[in-house]
């Protein structure tokens, strides 16, 4: 079955503790991006990797940092957390390539990550 | 600048009525992805639909269906007959083929709330 899955789905931490939410695909998808959904603002882009050892700032890329060692794996990491991190997280992969077969555009959303940061 | 703007923040209907969810996108690119995502109380998303720029033709499906019009930049998502169900916030995104990132620009989300 095709999956993101994220990790973990719920944490509540404290300013200045450093995090890693994980993100990993079994779709062997070169692209893998981040998103934070706020209240009256949607889902915004935090990074983005195009494959491995290529990622990339998104809109909103302040307080983050995400590292693409393996294809299938794209952890977010808040070095210093602040409250204003406090936020729903998705982790989304899709195909580039257009293949026999395959859904092409369909990207995929994990099932979301809620951080609170106290 | 917003490129996706859902203008309802909050529809409340009672069960049994229609909803109508407007979505108005800006873009300058000829190909493009238009998304629905449905996010019910427990947080993930929910894919609906994918329509892309070239293809104009309404759908349907069930009880929920989708007017795209490229006139007026617009991609209005339609329940009928709702049900408690359907109570979750609806997102609005688009997909530009020539941007770099391949990102989804979403719209705030419409919250529907349905009542028995």
């Known amino acids: 079955e095709a999956q993101v899955t994220q990790n973990p789905r719920y944490l509540i931490t404290v300013t200045g503790k450093k995090l890693t939410v994980t993100c990993s695909q079994n779709?062997?998808?070169?692209?893998m991006s981040w998103y934070r959904q706020d209240p009256g603002l949607g889902l915004r882009q935090i990074y983005y990797?195009?494959?491995?050892?290529?990622?990339d700032k998104g809109d909103v890329p302040e307080g983050y940092k995400v590292s693409r060692k393996e294809k299938r794996n794209f952890p977010l990491i808040l070095e210093s957390p602040s409250p204003n991190q406090t936020s729903l997280y998705f982790c989304?992969?899709?195909?580039?390539?257009?293949?026999?077969?395959?859904?092409?555009?369909?990207?995929?959303f994990g099932e979301g990550s809620w951080l609170t940061v106290v | 600048a917003q490129k996706v703007t859902q203008a309802q923040t909050e529809i409340s209907v009672v069960e049994k009525e229609d909803v109508t969810l407007d979505c108005v996108y800006e873009?300058?690119?000829?190909?493009?992805?238009l998304f629905w995502y449905k996010q019910p109380p427990s947080g993930e998303l929910v894919f609906l639909i994918r329509?892309?720029?070239?293809?104009?033709q309404n759908e349907i499906s069930g009880r929920y269906s989708w007017n795209f019009q490229k006139s007026t930049s617009s991609f209005n998502f339609t329940i009928t007959a709702s049900q408690v169900v359907d109570s979750a916030v609806y997102f609005c995104?688009?997909?530009?083929?020539?941007?770099?990132?391949?990102?989804?620009?979403f719209g705030a989300g419409t919250t529907v709330t349905v009542r028995a």
């Open positions: 873009t300058r690119d000829t190909t493009y992805y």
């Open positions: 329509r892309n720029s070239f293809d104009e």
């Open positions: 989304a992969s899709r195909a580039l390539y257009i293949s026999t077969g395959s859904p092409g555009n369909t990207i995929y």
């Open positions: 995104a688009l997909s530009e083929a020539a941007s770099n990132d391949y990102k989804l620009s």
């Open positions: 779709m062997n998808h070169e692209y």
């Open positions: 990797s195009m494959n491995v050892e290529v990622t």
